[in-house]
């Protein structure tokens, strides 16, 4: 089993940028592939990215490439989200989420999840 704890939200204007930090905890991290998931209020969970094993491969949602970028530090068993110009759409709970399985970017196909950090971006 793996544990996660984000940190890093906050608020900041719009073309701003902001760090997301997940804090994982249990011995195999290595052996999940690592998600970041956001949800605005009264709206559906959406995947944002997600990020292989050994880090070597990652894939965005469209409405984050080429501003977010996820990385991990396995030996550190952190996983970070790195926000670029923002915009007010990008205002929402920010969770990141764990599962054995790579290539997931459904809610119901990952087991592990954290209490999430809120991100609010001013226009």
């Known amino acids: 089993q793996v544990q996660l704890a984000e940190s890093g939200g906050g608020l900041v204007q719009a073309g701003g940028s902001l760090r997301l930090s997940c804090a994982a905890s249990g011995r195999t991290f290595s052996s999940y592939a690592m998600a970041w998931f956001r949800q605005v209020p009264g709206k559906e969970r959406e995947f944002v990215a997600a990020i292989s094993w050994s880090g070597g491969s990652a894939y965005y949602a469209d409405s984050v490439k080429g501003r977010f970028t996820i990385s991990r530090d396995n030996a550190k068993k952190m996983v970070y989200l790195q926000m670029n110009s923002l915009t007010p759409e990008d205002t929402a709970v920010y969770y990141c989420?764990?599962?054995?399985?790579?290539?997931?970017?459904?809610?119901?196909?990952?087991?592990?999840w954290g209490q999430g950090t809120q991100v609010t971006v001013s226009s």
């Open positions: 989420a764990a599962d054995p399985k790579w290539g997931r970017v459904e809610v119901y196909e990952y087991d592990y």
